[in-house]
């Protein structure tokens, strides 16, 4: 095992002439020394700190043993669930187990246990009484208060009650990880660690909060399945997605039980030289060797990587905010951006790689095409806690501007040994459109796209677009028309690829069919539908639970009732109607449009 990878066993510290190691990383992924790899920069940017780090990569969870490779951290144990939440990456939308886990060993299901960070946390305190326990990550993050769980259909507390551990770390951790090291080496214990960004903790002492704190409704207000509590429990998601923001946002307070989880504002953003110098950590940007022998399938390696391995993370955050997805919650709407010279640097390097075929596989980030903070009160006020920045109703302040972002990818497609960059991950088509010079447009279409642009307009009803702060099905029906005539221009024959997710609160059958209809008129049935995945952390996850939208008030102050399609079968039949002219689906469409009272389609969309 080469120890240019952090160690992953006692041999690999003994190398390294490490007697005690300072932390110890348990991820639910298995390694892979990049940057896009928590395990991996986190570790990194420790070691860069001075401090000493062994990683357990998708232990054995039955064996307490397994927890034991590295001896008692002198610090602690750091927990992961991995990329994904646990029960996300074991279990599809309709709750089925998947058959696969791409950030696994050979991409083989199985070796992540569900609820992992319960899991991962009471092994560690079978094999170590009193050790600092501190849980991150996308799970610890997403339920680092009172959450809806879609798989229980229940309401859970926070996962720092549930896991017993120490400390919460949440959002992008950079930041908060190394202010926690370095009290953790001063010898305070980390159950009394206060007042660091982007942690969670708890206290049962009511005189230990803070006096400037924002209480949320108890546990106990919203755990039950009532109308009352599920008011409560949207009141207590809109404060807490008001206070995301690192510059606005307060310490949030809930009460559970005779204790109290106290949140503390967000990190700040990392400055464009901070997110240069992480990146640029000796990362080996492969699997670690112990991958290279054939998993139980037989195959070898961890398949995620080769999404990113010739990519190029350029940005985070995101103040599209779409109301299903919860960047929001762990990035946030702030952007930050890598600067040029630092992805040139890493181009550079991937052209090096001996497996390079002049191919940058993508430049971007949640949303590729956000490079810099949506307008200029941002920067001094943080985003706005009660308006959107894009959405039905695009803000006004939306600073529109594609410039700094075109002259990156021109840059890097002039590399030597660069045939083409692509651009894959999300381009915001709505703020494109908003964007008078047609420059980012044409050049994207020239040069970095592979055959077909794939986006996300996900419905074409705007009653539900509007629930999804999305914007109206025109801004998208005016972008694919400009795409066409782009490529027109062009000489080009690429298609567009758009995204549709089913059965997404305020959908039911009337608004599926409009979409089948759309579909119809378009020639355009799509292989692939999103069901709606209600997962902890987003507004939709809570207008699910709820059936209320907390965005949006009556006159008499009431919260706006939405429409929620529960259980499998009318699911079913909405993602069917998306996908009519699969032959099989024929008795699911009959039977969703003469519920609706819309026999005259039955001809239209099966063709009799």
Known sequence: MSSKFLPVCKKDLDDLGIEEVDFVFVSGDAYVDHASFASALLGRLL???????????????????????????????????GAMDSMVSNYTAN???????????????????????????????????????????????????????????????SILLDSKADLLMYGMGEHSI??????????????????VRGT??????????????????????????????????????????????????????????????????????????????????????????????????????????SEVKFSLTSCRGCFGACSFCAITFHQGRRIQA????????????????????????????????????????????????????MGTNPCKNVKVDHSEYVELLRKLRNLPGVKKVFVRSGIRFDYLMMDKDRTFFKELVEHHISGQLKVAPEHVSNKVLRLMRKSTHEVYE??????????RKAGKKQYLVPYYICAHPGAGLEEAVEVALYLKKTGFVPDQVQDFYPTPGSLSTCMYWTGLNPRQTNSDGSFEEVYVARGAHERRLQRALLQFNRRENAPLVKEALLKIGRKDLIGVLLGK
């Open 47 to 81: 070691v860069s700190k001075g401090f000493s780090v062994g990683l357990i990569c998708q232990p054995d969870w039955k064996n307490v043993e397994s927890f034991k490779v590295f001896g008692r951290p002198k610090l602690g144990f750091l927990v992961s669930a």
């Open 95 to 157: 709750n089925k187990p998947r058959s696969e886990d791409v950030y696994a060993h050979g991409g083989v299901a199985g070796h992540r246990p569900d609820r992992a960070l319960i899991t991962y946390c009471s092994a560690i305190r079978q094999a170590y009484k009193g050790v600092n326990v501190l849980i991150g990550g996308i799970e610890a993050s997403l339920r680092r208060t009172s959450h809806y769980d879609y798989w229980s259909n229940t309401v859970r507390r």
């Open 178 to 195: 190394v202010e926690i090291a370095e009290q953790l080496r001063l010898g305070l214990p980390a159950k009394q660690i206060r007042g």
């Open 200 to 305: 969670v903790w708890y206290t049962s002492h009511a005189d230990e909060l803070p006096s400037d704190a924002i209480r949320l409704p108890s546990y106990a207000e919203i755990s039950k399945d009532t109308p009352d509590c599920k008011r409560k429990f949207a009141e207590s998601y809109l404060i807490q997605e008001r206070n995301t923001d690192a510059i606005n946002g307060k310490i949030l307070v809930e009460p559970v039980d005779s204790r109290f989880i106290v949140q503390e504002p967000a990190a700040l953003p990392l400055t464009t030289e901070e997110f240069d110098a992480i990146y640029e950590l000796p990362f080996q940007r492969k699997w670690h060797p112990m991958y290279d022998k054939p998993a139980e399938n037989g195959k070898t390696g961890v398949p995620a990587l």
């Open 338 to 389: 890598r600067s040029h010279e630092s992805l040139i640097r890493e181009a550079v390097q991937i052209t090096k790689d001996p497996d390079f075929k002049g191919y940058i596989h993508d430049v971007g980030g949640p949303s590729a095409n956000f490079r810099h903070d949506a307008c200029e009160f941002q920067k001094k006020r943080g985003a706005c806690q009660n308006k959107d920045c």
């Open 478 to 487: 005016s972008f694919a028309a400009a795409y066409a005539e782009m490529n």
